[in-house]
């Protein structure tokens, strides 16, 4: 008896492999796996393993257009490629911490000057991404009108927390304080890694989802009344996602 482990099995047919059809997805009740299968519509699935993961080979000719997947194989260490978020920034918006602090002590006026105009960027992305929707099956278009709903209330829950360090000075001076704060602590681990004085770093910054997060929840962290309270809102931009955290936290 002869036993053989984490073996490669490999096909090539000149004509192409046909992607698998799977739409247990596309016709499930559970609203994430739907989401799923709207985000991965565009992705074909060509081999399938057993016990183990698969791999492909796929090609384009020179004006980019997909060529036919001749090579299948298994695959016990699969790689694959994640491409970097790079964020969108906008000068109508201040991302930079020590100015955010500046402005929530100057007061309501210059908040509204650095702050005013992000919901109205998120609108514009909104109305992008409800442009790609042309053209969706009926239920990807279902699931992709519920994510827009979803858009519209953090869009209202952004501007709703910039209306409120408009108004609350508690909150405004608390904001403040926590620009202070998560300034200092990036001044020192920057000046840490790239082994200078914390005054010699750039000005540190939030993304623009980091910010986006401390606003939209800033109503239900003031208002022990806030239906809001009731929401959980996690981020899934590691390690970014920790330091809007921290800052709300602070």
Not at 80 to 94: I, N, T, W, Y
């Amino acid at each position: 008896m002869a036993y053989a482990f984490q073996t490669r099995i490999e096909l090539e047919c000149a004509d192409g492999f046909y992607p698998r059809s799977d739409l247990s997805t596309y016709q499930s009740d559970d609203f994430e796996l739907r989401l799923g299968d709207l985000h991965y519509r565009d992705v074909r699935e060509y081999a399938v393993g057993r016990n183990t993961s698969a791999g492909w080979q796929e090609r384009r000719d020179a004006t980019n257009d997909p060529l036919p997947v001749t090579r299948v194989w298994t695959d016990f260490l699969p790689q694959q490629e994640v491409e970097r978020v790079v964020p969108a920034r906008s000068d109508g918006v201040e991302f930079g911490m020590e100015a955010l602090a500046r402005a929530a002590v100057s007061g309501a006026e210059a908040v509204s000057a650095a702050l005013d105009s992000l919901p109205e960027l998120y609108a514009e992305w909104r109305r992008g991404q409800e442009g790609m929707m042309t053209g969706l099956a009926p239920r990807r278009l279902k699931t992709g009108q519920a994510l827009l709903e979803k858009v519209d209330t953090a869009g209202s829950r952004i501007r709703d927390g910039i209306d409120l360090l408009k108004r609350d000075t508690v909150a405004r001076e608390a904001f403040g304080l926590m620009n202070t704060a998560m300034a200092m602590a990036n001044r020192r681990r920057e000046a840490v890694i790239q082994k200078k004085l914390p005054g010699d770093v750039d000005p540190p910054t939030w993304r623009p989802f980091q910010l986006a997060f401390v606003l939209l929840n800033l109503v239900g962290v003031t208002d022990r009344n806030s239906g809001e309270r009731e929401i959980v809102d996690l981020l899934f931009f590691r390690p970014a996602a920790a330091r809007a955290y921290l800052g709300l936290a602070a």
